[in-house]
């Protein structure tokens, strides 16, 4: 749309740019050599190198790219691990797709464990932003967690917030979801029922005295108290 301008010389700026450090620059050309707009065919090693080299310059796309490289062994060497802290540094700066990469490897041991405390802070920025999946995200994460009695206040106000912003087919299936951890939850809360302790009936006792005047012997026969089978 610019007269004189073209692809070429596009190109030929940016990668200027990128050679005298410009992040957006440097992600951008990683970019087009994936795609094949530089040297016409997919080049995701040079591409890896651009994105990696706008990663450590804490561009937050780019951080997100790398860790897509880095999971799917795209340009570099497949590693769970580096893609797992890619995708958690962006989350973190609050990149919504790394969040939801992020939590998907949490929740499947992929590259990291299941750790949900993390799964939940770092899903929870996501819906504070009001995201649906957000919520989801947050509300999956305690529930999977280690006590979710502990949380379960947040537990339904996440439950509630997406039945709020969800469409009628996430209510359908989310209605019955959180009228089921309510009732879980209701029940565990209430007193635990009296069941008195069994009754066990007393030995009977016999006692007998000796009357020092008269020499006469009398017997009474009683509960055994002493035993306290009766509590």
């Not at 590259?111 to 819906?127: C, I, P, Q």
């Not at 009001?130 to 339904?156: C, F, R, T, W």
């Amino acid at each position: 749309s610019i007269s004189g301008a073209s692809l070429d010389k596009g190109i030929a700026y940016l990668k200027k740019a990128a050679d005298i450090g410009d992040p957006a620059a440097t992600f951008v050309v990683g970019t087009l050599y994936s795609s094949g707009m530089i040297g016409g065919k997919k080049d995701h090693t040079t591409g890896f190198a651009y994105i990696d080299r706008a990663a450590k310059t804490g561009h937050i796309d780019a951080i997100y790219r790398s860790g897509l490289y880095y999971l799917d062994g795209i340009g570099t060497k497949k590693d769970a691990k580096k893609a797992f802290a890619a995708f958690q540094a962006a989350a973190e700066r609050g990149h919504l797709y790394a969040t939801i990469m992020a939590f998907d490897q949490i929740n499947n041991g992929n590259g990291t464990k299941k750790d949900f405390a993390l799964a939940y802070r770092l899903s929870r920025n996501m819906a504070e932003q009001g995201e649906l999946y957000g919520a989801v995200m947050a509300a999956s994460s305690l529930l999977q967690g280690k006590n979710p009695k502990a949380h379960q206040d947040e537990i339904l106000f996440w439950l509630d917030r997406i039945i709020a912003l969800g469409d009628n087919e996430i209510k359908q299936k989310i209605i019955p979801v959180r009228e089921q951890a309510f009732a879980i939850f209701n029940k565990s809360n209430a007193p635990k029922s009296y069941s008195p302790r069994p009754w066990k009936a007393c030995p009977m006792k016999t006692v007998c005295t000796v009357n020092h005047f008269s020499g006469l012997k009398s017997c009474t026969t009683n509960k055994d108290y002493w035993n306290d089978c009766d509590g």
